[in-house]
């Protein structure tokens, strides 16, 4: 059970911002939005995890809206390199381990 | 730093033989984690470890699967005997302590034929 909803793939142009979706509305006050996504045979790679406040780092932006029950990963300036397997996990930090559902597939076009 | 380190990279053997992954954690990271990949089910965490100590098997599919941590920098994940449903990739990852982002490594492809 991944608590989560996804789209199963989104287009994105390159240059423009990839916006991906998630939907956790059973989500309790503990608990944290994770994302990682996984490039073509390569493992998982960790991109920002957030509780309410919305959250950047040099990767990714991570909007979560004010009840919490869905949230935005935003890549900026997608590149074909940001194509891969997205993964919106939520999870009570320090203790849950991760359970990744099926993700959603991001396609960069040239 | 170099990031998780998984030996081999691909493994070809026959079923019924013995199969041994190995992984070397990012140094100072406390937990570590072995999961498996497949089409069919998708990432799946098998086991993990928090300072060198199992704490959840809970997705060890059976016997035929071991894990060790003998220390902080060393983990294996056995199977014995193989099967050749055992096939997929096999990730290790580490993090900094027990819940808290994890790293994983480039994982290691095992065909069972």
């Known amino acids: 059970d991944a608590k989560t909803t996804q789209p199963p793939s989104m287009d994105c142009a390159e240059g423009r911002a990839a916006n991906l979706p998630c939907n956790h509305s059973t989500i309790s006050g503990n608990e944290y939005v994770y994302w990682y996504r996984q490039i073509h045979s390569q493992g998982p790679q960790y991109i920002i995890h957030g509780l309410k406040n919305n959250e950047t780092n040099e990767m990714a932006s991570l909007i979560i809206t004010e009840d919490r029950k869905s949230s935005t990963l935003i890549l900026p300036h997608a590149t074909l390199r940001d194509t891969a397997v997205y993964y919106c996990?939520?999870?009570?930090?320090?203790?849950?381990?991760?359970?990744f559902g099926k993700g959603t597939r991001l396609h960069i076009l040239p | 730093d170099a990031g998780v380190i998984q030996s081999p990279r691909h493994e070809v053997t026959e079923m019924g033989q013995e199969v041994t992954l190995r992984c070397k954690p990012i140094?100072?990271?406390?937990?570590l984690f072995w999961y498996r990949q497949t089409m069919m089910r998708g990432l799946e965490l098998l086991i993990y470890f928090n300072n060198n100590v199992p704490i959840d098997d809970s997705g060890m599919p059976e016997d035929r699967f071991s894990a060790k941590m003998p220390n902080a920098s060393f983990s294996t994940l056995k199977i014995q005997p193989s099967e050749p449903r055992d096939s997929a990739v096999y990730f290790c990852a580490s993090g900094p302590s027990s819940g808290q982002e994890q790293y994983f490594g480039p994982g290691t492809r095992l065909t069972v034929t």
């Open positions: 140094s100072g990271h406390n937990s």
């Open positions: 996990i939520v999870r009570v930090r320090f203790r849950d381990k991760i359970i």
